[in-house]
């Protein structure tokens, strides 16, 4: 379920006289925008900026750019985007702004987006950037891993409850035998995990299970070829987001505020891309693993309009 | 263009009518089911169809299925769905009826049909097998031949005119070094050749035959591994279907209809997924080539009711 509180009825028009009126002058009225933007839903955001783009013949994700900064800005460009552009830019930062791809990211959208939703992303992102998700992907990384995430992305997975118990059984054998034999860079280990539907994919982790006595993850850690380490902590995450997606983001969300720093763009990722989706749901695996709250850790662990803006989205008033 | 012959008015219950006594009684009427379904488009076949169920309370395809038999009935099986559901039964019979997928199948859909008609494929193959394409090629191919495969029919091709030139050109280098070194599984190979844009990747093409002398699939003769043959016949196929699709399809038809015999699958396939798009322009390729026209090939190579109906969809009275 969504975390953020929004008004039914609001007038596009007002809010976009409001942004324009925070945004002049000396200085910007940062609580002012946070209070209106962070209060609206997915719909209603697109008819502000219509609005706005109407009124003042001016592009509202720009002026919103040009006004705020910081992880403060990153995070009000993403929330204020539609949906699928807000995809495609957190895919195309993930996969050109590093030397190798945030594989986790390219999970995160192949595994966790239905099929039709990494669909509409990979449109918007060809739109944006005049080049396919695919092409990108497999220019900017190498090997097994390249191979593992390609196919990853590139698999319109089956969305249906139809499952074969049989193919269940032997491919957690497939599995199970080229693990226990070390053959970590298998390509049936690939295969199986890239195109398999989810429905599917959670038996055959589940027949795992059951036969070898601990989940594939665990075992997944027993390789100690260092080459390997980026490919098998892909399989990992992958594995995590297909088989509960509120408790991997709890974990990134967890690892991203630490003792050694925060990782803003992981929290922010998490924070805009689930809140109108199961946030508060995550919120909830986060009290149970954490005995603290997200909203008490965020507060720790940013500040300013930051995290001013981020509880927001998380449900404060 | 089109080949088929078709009146612009048709009346899709007169048409289900007379399929219905064309199957009744005693043996079947093929020259009049010939004389109707041979001359309509798609549209007007999706009518009829519709127009039979709801007369009849029965299948059109179903009773057509049954009264038919042998090549004949294959064709018109193929013709008489629509065509996504058409698409989907041949890369099916591609993929799963033989040892090995059919490659060149896969390849066609995947290189010669736009991105949303591969994806429109993909949907109707989900629907009528309840999985996933990808699932199907990866489970049935191995190795090299399935890394590409999967690589191709899973990558969303950008389509667009723009072009790198500085791309072009360092990628028909690492073409080349991959090639002239026999490193013939070089993952870059791949990579380029799965991923790029259709205007990219003729491009490249282009680029290697300037800079090399020669195109890239003559260079790709050049080995000799035993293991690596349908890998290097896949890419190919490939830079084929990219590069010309008509000459394509006329080699197609050239090799399925020699003097050991003629490969009925491959002509029924070329013949119904082309006539209502391309194969006037394949026809004339075909002449060109063989100084034989397509029509009269098709006489000399096949019989019966399966021939008259090639030829009515080859455009003839």
Redesign the interface.
């Known amino acids: 379920m969504s975390t953020i509180i929004y008004p039914e009825n609001t007038s596009p028009a007002a809010d976009a006289e409001a942004i324009r009126k925070a945004c002049q002058g000396w200085g910007t009225d940062e609580k002012a925008i946070i209070s209106i933007i962070g209060h609206r839903n997915a719909t209603q955001k697109k008819l502000i900026r219509q609005a706005y783009e109407e009124l003042y013949c001016e592009d509202l994700v720009k002026r919103l750019e040009s006004e705020l900064s910081g992880q403060f800005e990153k995070a009000v460009y993403r929330w204020i985007l539609n949906p699928r552009d807000r995809d495609a830019v957190i895919l195309h930062v993930a996969i050109k702004e590093r030397a190798i791809p945030n594989y986790r990211v390219v999970i995160e959208y192949s595994c966790i987006y239905s099929p039709e939703e990494l ?1 509409a992303v ?1 449109r918007a992102y ?1 739109a944006r950037y ?6 990108d992907i ?2 900017y990384s ?2 097994h891993l ?2 593992f995430l ?2 990853l ?6 969305v ?1 409850d ?1 499952l074969n118990a049989r193919v269940a059984n032997s491919e957690a054998d497939i599995l199970h035998n080229a693990i226990s034999t070390k053959d970590f860079n298998n ?1 049936e280990i690939v ?1 199986i995990i ?4 989810t429905t599917q994919l959670v038996a055959t982790l589940n027949r795992y299970k059951d036969h070898y006595g601990s989940s594939i993850t665990k075992h997944l850690l027993d390789d100690t070829n260092e080459g390997n380490k980026e490919y098998l902590l892909a399989l990992r995450t992958t594995i995590r987001c297909i088989s509960d997606p509120q408790k991997y983001y709890e974990k990134v969300i967890r690892y991203a505020m630490n003792e050694c720093g925060t990782d803003e763009e992981s929290v922010t990722r998490v924070i805009v891309t689930r809140a109108e989706k199961d946030l508060k749901e995550i919120k909830e695996v986060y009290y149970k693993r954490n005995s603290v709250t997200l909203d008490q850790a965020i507060t720790n662990h940013t500040s300013g309009n930051y995290k001013a803006f981020l509880l927001t989205l998380l449900g404060n008033e």
Request: proline share 0%; no cysteine.
């Open positions: 669909l990979k060809q005049k080049t396919s998700v695919e092409e497999a220019q190498t090997g390249r191979q390609v196919g992305v590139g698999t319109y997975r089956y249906g139809e390509e295969r890239s195109t398999r539907s």
